[in-house]
Nanobody, 120 residues
Framework: QVQLVESGGGLVQAGGSLRLSCAVS????????MDWYRQAPGKQRELVAG???????NYADSVKGRFTISRDNAKNTVYLEMNSLRPEDTAVYYC??????????????WGQGTQVTVSS
């Protein structure tokens, strides 16, 4: 069993910052990709940022230069530092991780989501 627990969402004014965290726990053998997605009302879920175990990073064009993804492999945790937030960043943010457990070869697991609201 693998659990992902996000924290750090909330309400912030435009131009402000938030830091999201996502801790992965359970019978973990190894974690591969760790990603952040978001889903705004009426829109499809989209990839915001991703990181591989070796440290490669990728970002959606809409957040480049404003958001930074990082991970702490020792803590099985991924972070998303969000700066210069805009109202269009308002969404539910989900973390996802590709996890290999001692019983199951790698599978993608999702967190429950955390709300980020940016007021204008």
């Amino acid at each position: 069993q693998v659990q992902l627990v996000e924290s750090g969402g909330g309400l912030v004014q435009a131009g402000g910052s938030l830091r999201l965290s996502c801790a992965v726990s359970g019978s973990i053998f190894r974690i591969y990709d760790m990603d952040w997605y978001r889903q705004a009302p009426g829109k499809q879920r989209e990839l915001v940022a991703g990181t591989t175990r070796r440290g490669s990073l990728n970002y959606a064009d809409s957040v480049k230069g404003r958001f930074t993804i990082s991970r702490d492999n020792a803590k099985n945790t991924v972070y998303l530092e969000m700066n210069s937030l805009r109202p269009e960043d308002t969404a539910v943010y989900y973390c996802a991780a590709e996890v290999e457990t001692y019983r199951v070869s790698s599978a993608k697991y999702w967190g429950q989501g955390t709300q980020v609201t940016v007021s204008s």
